[in-house]
C-alpha cells in the first residue's frame, strides 16, 4: 500500500518540478525589461569611453587639474581609509558582538550619511567643524582652522566614506566564528591574541571588501567636500571638483578626468566582487 501511494506521489509531482518556475511570457517579459535598465546604466559608461581622443589626452597632459586632482584626492584618500579601518573596526566588533540599550539607534546614526545628501553633509560638517560651529569655534580659539583646508577634505570623506567599512566589518564579525575564538580563550590566549589571530583573518575579506567600497566613495566625494572645504586648486581640489572645475573650462579635460576616476572606481569595485567570490 505504501509503495503504491509513494509511486502514486511521484507521478503527481514530477510534472510539476519539471515545470519551469517562471513562465516564458513572464521571462520574456522580465529579460526585456532588464535589458532596459541595463542599457540605461551603461550607455553613460560607454559615453564616457568613446568621447575620449588624442587631443583630449594631450589637453589633460598639460592640465593643472589632472596632476593636482590625482594627487590630492590619493593622498587625501588614503589617509581617510586609515582613519575609518583604525577607528571604524572597534565599532563595527562592538555592533557585531554586544547588546546594549540604543544600539538600533546608533546603528542608524552610522548608516545615517549612506543616505543623506551630500548638500546637507556639507552644512552639518560646517555647523560642526565650521569657525562658528558646535566645535570648530572652540577649536579657532586656539587658532586651529579645518574648514576650507586640506583636513575639511579628509574630514568630507570620513563621514561620507565610513559607513560601508562599518557595515561590511560588522558583517564580518558576525560570521567569523565565535567558538573558535573562545577555543583559543579556552588554550590560553589573550583576548587581544585571540581577536588578531583568529578573528582578524576570518573577517578579512570582510573588512578588505569594505575597505575598498569606502575608498572608491571617498575618491568620488563631491558635495560634502565642495560645501565644508571648498574648490581652490593646488589645496582643496580633489579629482571630482577638478572634473567640475573642468567643466567650466575645457570639456576635453573634463572627459579625461572623468574616465581616469571611473576606471580607478572599477578596479576598487572588480577588487570587491573579487572578495565577494573568496568569501563564498
Known sequence: MSRVFVNT?????????????????FTILFSLVSLLIVCFLCMPIIGLFTSITLDHLYAALRSPHLRSGVALSLFTSIISISLIVMLGTPLAYMLARSSF?????????VDLPM?????????????????????????ADYGITISFTVVAVIFAQVFIAAPFYIRSAKEGFKDSS?????????????????????????????????????WARALGEFGATIMFAGNFLG??????????????????????LANLLLVMSLLLMATVRMLAVERR
Open 115 to 139: 543616505v543623506i545628501p551630500p548638500s546637507v553633509a556639507g552644512i552639518g560638517l560646517i555647523l560642526a567643524f565650521g569657525r562658528k560651529g558646535l566645535i570648530g569655534s572652540w577649536l
Open 178 to 214: 565565535k567558538e573558535m575564538e573562545a577555543m583559543a580563550r579556552s588554550l590560553g590566549a589573550s583576548w587581544w591574541r585571540s581577536f588578531s589571530q583568529v578573528t582578524l583573518p576570518l573577517a578579512r575579506p570582510y573588512l578588505l571588501s569594505g575597505m575598498l567600497t569606502s
Open 9 to 25: 506521489m511521484n507521478r503527481l509531482m514530477l510534472p510539476k518540478l519539471a515545470m519551469p518556475l517562471v513562465p516564458v511570457g
Open 101 to 109: 540599550r540604543g544600539k538600533q539607534l546608533l546603528e542608524v546614526l
Open 235 to 256: 589645496r582643496t581640489e580633489t579629482l571630482p571638483l577638478a572634473i567640475y572645475s573642468a567643466m567650466n573650462e575645457d570639456l576635453g579635460v573634463a572627459i579625461v
